[in-house]
């Protein structure tokens, strides 16, 4: 079974090696404190690049680096990839710690951001050699479009608009359940950890038979991109605000 293509992934940190995928020279111009993590390969998330790799959408959106970033992922080239790139570049990329938390608590206000020069100005070679799982590449974008955004304050690149093709039957737009993903987290949720380490999950030849047994539970159980109004209803549990104290009690912007 082949699970359906994914449009759009999102995310907060950025996948592993974003920053070799675009302007990477305007990229530490306008952030010099990321050359070292870059080098040294720990800019962005190793998890994510994985994801990144199998699910193959057509764009991910990433917020995180305080910093408007363009970058396009092309796959083919990614997997004929060798380590040899990142040597020959001068990169020394070490092996990343999948349990590190990266925070980010550098306002970056004051820092002086020069815009972007035109031409591409690739970074260092992303190294191939970070160890992947037996899960296969399901059918996917030939290359992902890739696009980061500021912090939402003035004079600052943190909006952009994006037209996107939706269904031919969404009109009027609506929700629903997706069923495979339905699938996906009945068969994986005997996996999830409570505790502070997540344990890993099993192999494809492992994991693959039980999802596509919930996708057919689901399915016979469920029904098919069932709408969510059919199953769920919202409805107001408690009072709203008062219209004499909502002036008041604004916060300032």
Known sequence: ???SPVDICL????PQY???HGNYNALMRRKPHFRADAEAGRLGSPPLLEVLKKVRPSRWFSGHMHVKYEATFKHAEQAGATSAAASSSGAAVKEANPDEIQIDFDDDDDEEEAPPPQQSEPGPEASSSQPSSAVHSRPGASETKFLALDKCLPKK????IIDFPAPLDNDPPKFTF???????VRATNQYLSRTKRQQPLPADNVLRPLIEESIRWVKDNVGENKDIPEVQSFSMTSP???PAF???DRLPQ
């Open 1 to 3: 079974m082949k699970l």
């Open 178 to 184: 997706d069923t495979e993903w339905l699938g996906i």
């Open 246 to 248: 909502q002036e008041r």
């Open 240 to 242: 709203g605000p008062d």
């Open 18 to 20: 974003m920053e070799s």
């Open 11 to 14: 995310s907060h940190d950025w």
């Open 157 to 160: 690149d943190y909006l952009e």
